[in-house]
Antibody, heavy 117, light 107 residues
Framework: QVQLVQSGAEVKEPGASVKVSCKAS????????IHWMRQAPGQGLEWMGR????????NYAQKFQGRVTLTSDTSTSTVYMEVSSLRSDDTAVFYC??????????WGQGTLVTVSS | DIQMTQSPSSLSASVGDRVTITCRAS??????LAWFQQKPGKAPKSLIY???RLHSGVPSKFSGSGSGTDFTLTISSLQPEDFATYYC?????????FGPGTIVDIK
C-alpha cells in the first residue's frame, strides 16, 4: 500500500538549517506532487509548498519562499524539505502528504523539529 | 490568500448526536474543499475531498456538502472515536489554506 515515511525528530539551534525526508513507496513516485504542511505546538495546519518528484515544478507559500527548499531523489523515492535560518517559532511538526486527483490520501507520520538554544 | 473560517470553534456533544461543522471561504473555491480529522499527537486523517467525496475507508456517517464559498461537514451519529479536531482546507488556489479547526469534545 501507499506509504510515506518521514525522518526522525530533530533539535536545532536558532540560525541553523534542518532537512527532513519523506520516503514514498507503493505507487509511482513521479506521478503525484508531494506537499508539506507545518503544525506549530497547539496550533492549526499550514500548507508550505509542493514538489513534483523528478520534475522542476515547485510551489511555495509566500511565507516560506526563500527559506524553504523542496527537492527530490528519484533513485530513493525520497522528497526532502529543508528549512534554513531556523527561529524558535519554527518549532513544529512537519508532515508530507501526497496530492493528486484524489488528494491527501496518504500522510507521513510527522517529524518534530525543535528549535532551541 | 483565501481565508477559511470555521464555526463553531468548539462544540460539546454526546454519543449519538448529529453534529454539523461549517466552513466558509473568503472567495469562491468551486468544490476544492477537503476535511480532515486530527487526534492529539497524530497526523491528520483525510475524510473528504471535492467537498463531498469520502476517502476510501471513511465511514458513511461522515458527509460533506457545499460549493463556492459555504461548506458543511456532518457526522450523523457521533461515536467515541469521533471526538477530535476537524479542519477544512481549500485547494483551489495557492497557497492552500486551512480553517482554524473545530474541537469536538464530549459533553
Amino acid at each position: 500500500q501507499v506509504q510515506l515515511v518521514q525522518s526522525g525528530a530533530e533539535v536545532k539551534e536558532p540560525g541553523a538549517s534542518v532537512k527532513v525526508s519523506c520516503k514514498a513507496s507503493g505507487y509511482t513516485f513521479t506521478s503525484n506532487y508531494i506537499h508539506w504542511m507545518r503544525q506549530a505546538p497547539g496550533q492549526g495546519l499550514e500548507w508550505m509548498g509542493r514538489i513534483i518528484p523528478g520534475g522542476a515544478d515547485t510551489n511555495y507559500a509566500q511565507k516560506f519562499q526563500g527559506r524553504v527548499t523542496l527537492t527530490s531523489d528519484t533513485s530513493t523515492s525520497t522528497v526532502y524539505m529543508e528549512v534554513s535560518s531556523l527561529r524558535s517559532d519554527d518549532t513544529a511538526v512537519f508532515y508530507c502528504t501526497r496530492g493528486g486527483i484524489v488528494p491527501w490520501v496518504s500522510w507521513g507520520q510527522g517529524t518534530l523539529v525543535t528549535v532551541s538554544s | 490568500d483565501i481565508q477559511m473560517t470555521q464555526s463553531p470553534s468548539s462544540l460539546s456533544a454526546s454519543v449519538g448526536d448529529r453534529v454539523t461543522i461549517t466552513c466558509r471561504a473568503s472567495q469562491g473555491i468551486s468544490n476544492y474543499l477537503a476535511w480532515f480529522q486530527q487526534k492529539p499527537g497524530k497526523a491528520p486523517k483525510s475524510l473528504i475531498y471535492g467537498a463531498s467525496r469520502l476517502h476510501s475507508g471513511v465511514p458513511s456517517k461522515f458527509s460533506g456538502s457545499g460549493s463556492g464559498t459555504d461548506f458543511t461537514l456532518t457526522i450523523s451519529s457521533l461515536q467515541p472515536e469521533d471526538f477530535a479536531t476537524y479542519y477544512c482546507q481549500q485547494y483551489n488556489s495557492f497557497p492552500f489554506t486551512f480553517g482554524p479547526g473545530t474541537i469536538v469534545d464530549i459533553k
